[in-house]
């Protein structure tokens, strides 16, 4: 297997896990989580305690890198073997992405529009207009950009794909900065990404990893190859801000152990993933690769809501063994049934399906 092929396999194989991953992120309530976890005594841990740092470490530390390698790959594919830049590489690369990221996005953040208001119109009960006020006073415009929070559009998870729209559009600045600044680039960016910073109209994170996937492409090097050397350091950059994320979150120095984790996780992740597939540890099957997009998109705005209901009325019993249990139960099952509904639409609705995946 060549560098290239191990290169292309990786990334493959590595969107059905990173998908499950950000499944996992969306399982929890993140601030309570870490609000409980802020206040633990590691002197007299509890069975309770046992349970929230199991939450707290994975879906709150180990799976936030799963929207970063995501970037990673974007912004190495997007600049993939490219030769040279001008305005209709440019323009053509907008074409393309307009179908494979801006309406996926539109749809997916109409959808649950559409099931919110029909569950409401079923009810009979007059909510359906206390929802439509709702909706309309907070603009349509808010639906796409900011109506979670402040911060997220209606389905939340697609923050990263809105973020890397933008990122997309802005790739002519991002390509002669990494080709003029070299890896100089990832220095100043990664400043910037450690001090929280945000610039007006993107998260500094998606530009930060954005960027850092670019470079390998845009300096012709690869990925694998790069990120293999020093991949001990990086592994124990990753353990170690791990164990500093567990016993110092919530204290002013949280944020830079996170940001390093961030980096480090990524790398190592990437790293981990090659190794397995070189020695032929892992089998890539490509229908869960195609599934990634489907599950990150679909899983959020009421499946998993809906199985966390199931869980809870099936299993009424919660001590801290029950609610780890449901906590890994709850994302699994939610993956299964995100898997079992693309395969139907994938043979029922092939073409509706290319549409809200971006023919992925």
Request: glycine content about 4%.
């Given at each position: 297997?060549?560098?290239?092929e191990l290169q292309s396999r990786t990334i493959a194989w590595l969107r059905f896990p990173l998908a499950v991953a950000i499944v996992f992120v969306h399982t929890v309530n993140s601030n309570e989580i870490r609000e409980y ?304 509904v693309y395969y139907a639409a994938q043979k029922t609705i092939p073409r509706l399906l290319g549409i809200l995946t971006g023919s992925r």
């Amino acid at each position: 297997m060549t560098n290239e092929e191990l290169q292309s396999r990786t990334i493959a194989w590595l969107r059905f896990p990173l998908a499950v991953a950000i499944v996992f992120v969306h399982t929890v309530n993140s601030n309570e989580i870490r609000e409980y976890v802020s206040t633990i005594d590691y002197s007299i841990l509890s069975d309770m305690d046992f349970y929230y740092l199991t939450c707290y470490l994975f879906s709150e530390v180990i799976f936030r890198v799963a929207t970063s390698c995501f970037c990673i790959f974007s912004g190495f594919l997007f600049f993939y073997k490219l030769k040279e830049w001008n305005r209709n590489i440019y323009f053509q690369k907008i074409k393309r992405k307009t179908r494979t990221l801006v309406i996926p996005y539109i749809l997916w953040n109409i959808i649950p529009i559409v099931l919110a208001v029909l569950r409401a119109f079923m009810k009979f009960d007059g909510s359906l207009s206390i929802y439509l006020n709702e909706l309309l006073g907070n603009g349509i415009f808010r639906i796409f950009w900011n109506y979670q929070d402040g911060l997220y559009p209606y389905n939340v998870p697609l923050w990263f794909l809105r973020d890397l729209i933008i990122v997309v559009f802005l790739s002519p600045l991002v390509y002669y900065f990494v080709k003029y600044t070299k890896y100089y680039s990832l220095f100043i960016l990664g400043f910037f990404f450690s001090q929280d910073l945000w610039f007006p109209v993107v998260s500094i994170r998606a530009l930060f990893f954005f960027t850092i996937g670019a470079c390998f492409s845009i300096h012709g090097k690869n990925m694998i190859v790069e990120l293999r050397k020093g991949k001990w350091l990086w592994l124990s950059v990753s353990i170690i801000t791990i164990v500093l994320l567990m016993c110092y979150n919530g204290s002013d120095n949280s944020h830079y152990f996170y940001v390093l984790f961030q980096i480090a996780g990524c790398i190592t992740t990437i790293n981990i993933a090659s190794h397995l597939i070189k020695n032929g540890r892992v089998i890539i099957r490509p229908f869960l690769s195609k599934t990634s997009f489907f599950i990150f998109a679909s899983h959020c705005f009421a499946l998993l809501w809906s199985i966390q209901k199931m869980v809870n009325i099936i299993i009424d019993y919660n001590n801290a063994f029950i609610l780890t249990i449901k906590y890994f139960m709850v994302p699994t099952i939610c993956v299964c049934v995100c898997l079992v509904v693309y395969y139907a639409a994938q043979k029922t609705i092939p073409r509706l399906l290319g549409i809200l995946t971006g023919s992925r």
